[in-house]
């Protein structure tokens, strides 16, 4: 199966002052799919996005743009537009004027840019109002004229920058729905910005889990939060419970005092290792049902579910989310399935095992 | 990409030699013995003797420090107390008018400002001289601190009055414990622009002074009147070092009270 | 009890508003109806009307409107780049400090090098052009303005820069405007705020402009300013100062709504 390229990256380095924020750093993009940059802030990301726009130019390395190196072509002469964290809507043009921005810059005939800007508008559910002004906008209304600003210009491929972090929580759930329902209709490469793991989750093809100037992960939502490389992975994206461990044999890994049935293999035999089991994939039982037993220590309601805090007796601290209540200082066990055990190499771990307190968003 | 960064470099470097080279010039020329602005014939002190010789020219010197040191204290009072009148001032309108009124000095040519105080002065029956001299530095300086200083009130958030009104403070208190020391870098800066503009004014202090009384602006008009006489050329030399040193210190103290004032403000 | 306290700021304000605001201004306009004699008149007012007084406001508005526009055409581009430098701050300070000199002692220094044998004849001869006549002709007043005025346009200008989000210009470069239309279409109206604020912190002023005038241009250059210094100090003929004066005040209004209608 050949695949249909449009952006690569090869051992792209970027730094400002001395100061790496991408670290040879080497991805192919392929056309029409949905790809999500996420990471912490400064992790390198948005870093990423203004490469491939063209606002910065690789300090090594080489991009290509549908198989051609593209380090020295300005923004103004790439096929890509961007939607901008804070929309960056020209202040003193009106609604119209925005989205027709790029139309006027090519020169395009007004006839025509009325027809395409009306379209566009259309696209983003913002008919009739090409004469309203930017600061009458809603945040929500602001996002779409942004996105119909980029999509107006036919690009091959539509950045965005975090551009939902500004709404609200209902607001910025529809926008997802949105978005990804766009990105369907237009058929062209979305690459998307975030630092929040559920969005990310929700509305991608691919994601790239970023820390640190590097990849650490690529791969569908569904591969990357069952099996995270490592720990940094497994800490960003969703909650999990990690606790060192060692991997007997294949299939079978031993971790809080106990061994366990697993469907890992590949490992030395002994090998130390990481284990994360995800908090919705612990269910309460009875002490004696259990494969593992815990007190609970504390008990919060979220509403869909309940989120116990609990020790075992050799200290470790286990998240457990369930639909079932339990009483604070009560003594419960906890059954998991072996496909729940997510085992890590300590190898890939410890890469960056130094950057725990970077979470920050 | 290189080569169009040299352009701008060079661009900027002309704009500054163009900006300094008046100044060294007149500093140049202070060391000349030949008397003149142009021919260079030897190096001489002879100047810089006959300024500190020139009883007259120290007096004068004297004379602006005083006016500005004073007319900018007064009129930073003044302003201070102009910009908490207008930040508590709640009707729009009102609001406006006196931002408008407080504005008129600050567009108006100094020509109009010098013809009229001198028919007010005239018509109070106020002596053309010192007095006359003050006052006028006074009004026109505080409309300045005013808008040095209402952008930090502005900037203060309103609950940090109603905090210290909760922890039991009554007016003055808020006054002077956290008003005030909130906008002091404001009062600063009021101070030194009031400062600058006072050393600086010739216009206005031209039209309200009267025969007896002179500023160094002043002074420096009438010798230049009369052609090149290298005394103003030390007398600058002199002035542009005290500027420096005025610069240097402010910058210092700005960026000490940023540091103290600032900590939340940098991004 | 509260508001009697705040009222008590209001009253050296307002008190020092209407001395220094209000009553010069009503001052300037009752003189302007009293001849030299301290005769009641409108005479002032035809005499403003005759052809040697509009042909002085005209040139005095034309020479204010060369100095703004070469000032603004300088001002620009030096803002810009400074706003690009690593230490802006202290560039900005290095062109603020020239305006801390007394402005007698900048123009005074133009008297030794536009002389006759001074620095600028000394480059012209250099060049091959040879000497010229530089001091007491329109060219030197409106170099000598202009270069003093520079800082005063720059200064709001960086501003405006500095104000500007830069994600704007990262905006429509990604529309695929060149630098030009980058420049022309976004950056320019977007500071246009700070142009109008310097072209009035340049444009009132040099209307009004004497000393330069006095020193530089040798009465070749008569402005609004220069004629108000003549009539007060000179002829004391308050009454036509005044007059003058108050189609001053007309200007700088005009000038102020045109170039003050910021949000």
């Known amino acids: ?361 | 990409m290189k080569r169009k960064v040299k352009w701008d470099n060079l661009y900027l470097i002309i704009m500054f030699v163009i900006l300094y080279t008046p100044i060294f010039y007149l500093i140049y020329y202070s060391f000349n013995s030949g008397g003149t602005m142009h021919h260079f014939q030897g190096f001489t002190l002879e100047w810089y003797k006959e300024v500190f010789q020139d009883t007259r020219l120290l007096i004068i010197v004297l004379n602006t420090f005083v006016i500005a040191l004073l007319a900018s204290a007064i009129s930073t009072i003044l302003g201070v107390m102009g910009a908490l009148a207008i930040y508590y001032v709640k009707k729009r309108r009102m609001k406006n008018l006196l931002l408008t009124l407080n504005n008129v000095l600050i567009v108006s040519p100094d020509v109009i400002i010098g013809a009229s105080f001198l028919i007010l002065f005239t018509i109070i029956g106020i002596q053309l001289g010192f007095t006359s001299v003050l006052l006028s530095h006074i009004a026109f300086s505080v409309p300045i601190v005013v808008l040095m200083v209402l952008p930090k009130l502005q900037e203060m958030s309103p609950t940090l009055i109603d905090a210290a009104r909760d922890l039991g403070a009554n007016q003055w208190n808020v006054l002077t414990k956290v008003i005030l020391p909130f906008i002091t870098p404001g009062i600063f800066a009021g101070f030194f622009m009031a400062l600058t503009y006072s050393l600086d004014d010739f216009a206005v202090t031209f039209f309200v002074t009267g025969n007896g009384f002179s500023t160094l602006s002043v002074e420096i008009y009438s010798r230049a009147r009369q052609g090149i006489s290298l005394s103003i050329n030390a007398l600058s030399t002199l002035l542009f070092l005290f500027t420096v040193l005025l610069v240097v210190g402010y910058y210092f103290i700005s960026q000490r009270s940023s540091r103290l004032y600032g900590m939340g403000g940098r991004k | ?263």
């Open chain 1, 1 to 361: 199966m050949s695949k249909d390229v449009i952006i690569r990256f090869e051992h792209v380095t970027k730094q400002y002052d001395g100061l790496v924020v991408l670290d040879d750093v080497s991805f192919e993009i392929e056309r029409g799919k949905f790809y999500t940059l996420l990471g912490p802030s400064g992790c390198g990301k948005t870093t990423i996005l203004r490469l491939i726009a063209g606002f910065i130019e690789p300090t090594k390395g080489t991009i290509y743009f549908n198989g051609k190196n593209i380090n020295h072509v300005p923004a103004n002469k790439r096929q890509v537009n961007t939607v901008f964290q804070d929309y960056a809507l020209f202040p003193h043009l009106n609604v119209f004027e925005n989205v027709a921005f790029g139309l006027r810059v090519k020169k395009m005939k007004y006839a025509d840019i009325q027809e395409k800007v009306a379209e566009a508008l259309r696209f983003v559910n913002l008919e009739g109002y090409e004469h309203r002004e930017i600061r009458e906008m809603s945040g929500g209304q602001r996002q779409r004229v942004a996105i119909a600003r980029a999509i107006v210009n036919e690009p091959e491929v539509l950045l965005l920058d975090e551009p939902l972090s500004a709404l609200d929580l209902k607001l910025r759930t529809e926008m997802q729905y949105e978005l990804r329902e766009l990105q369907r209709r237009l058929g062209i490469t979305f690459i998307f910005v975030t630092h929040d793991q559920e969005e990310a989750l929700a509305m991608s093809d691919q994601i790239f889990v970023l820390h640190k100037g590097k990849i650490q992960q690529s791969g569908t939502p569904k591969d990357i939060y069952d099996e995270p490389v490592n720990r940094f992975v497994a800490d960003f994206i969703g909650e999990s419970n990690i606790l060192p461990g060692t991997m007997i044999a294949d299939f079978l890994v031993e971790f809080a005092g106990k061994r366990f049935e697993c469907v890992d293999q590949g490992f030395y035999p002994n090998e130390p290792v990481e284990v994360v089991i995800r908090p919705e994939d612990l269910e309460i039982t009875t002490r004696d049902q259990g494969k593992l037993q815990v007190r609970v220590d504390s008990q919060l309601f979220r509403g869909v579910h309940y989120e116990l805090c609990c020790y075992d007796q050799h200290g470790n601290e286990w998240l457990v989310h369930s639909t079932k209540k339990a009483e604070v200082g009560e003594e419960i066990g906890l059954y998991f399935e072996p496909e729940a055990i997510h085992v890590m190499r300590v190898s890939e771990a410890q890469e960056v095992s130094d950057g725990e307190g970077s979470d920050e968003t």
């Open chain 3, 1 to 263: 009890m509260k508001h009697n306290t705040r009222n008590v700021y209001l009253i050296p304000y307002v008190l020092w508003i209407v001395l220094f605001v209000v009553a010069p201004i009503l001052l300037i306009l009752y003189y302007s109806f009293f001849d030299i004699e301290g005769q009641w008149t409108i005479a002032n007012y035809k005499k403003f009307f005759t052809p040697i007084y509009l042909k002085m406001t005209f040139s005095s508005f034309w020479y204010a409107f060369l100095i703004t526009v070469f000032s603004l055409l300088i001002a620009y581009p030096t803002a810009y780049l400074l706003t690009k430098t690593k230490h802006k701050q202290l560039w900005l300070l290095l062109i603020i400090l020239p305006t801390w000199v007394n402005l007698l002692l900048k123009v005074y220094a133009f008297l030794g090098i536009f002389g006759t044998y001074g620095l600028a004849n000394a480059v012209l001869e250099a060049l091959g052009v040879g000497t010229k006549q530089i001091l007491f002709t329109d060219f030197s007043f409106v170099f000598v303005s202009v270069y003093i005025f520079i800082p005063f346009m720059v200064l709001p200008i960086f501003n405006a820069l500095e104000e500007l989000n830069p994600s704007l210009v990262d905006a429509a470069r990604d529309l695929g405007a060149s630098a030009w239309t980058t420049f022309r279409r976004v950056v320019f109206p977007l500071t246009i705020d700070g142009v109008k604020a310097g072209c009035q912190a340049v444009f009132i002023p040099a209307l009004s402009l004497f000393m330069i005038t006095r020193l530089i241009a040798g009465n070749r250059v008569i402005t609004l300013g220069t004629a108000i210094e003549e009539h007060f100090l000179v002829t004391q003929d308050w009454g036509m100062g005044a007059t003058i004066a108050v189609f001053l005040i007309i200007a700088m209004a005009i000038v102020v709504i045109i170039t003050g209608n910021r949000k």
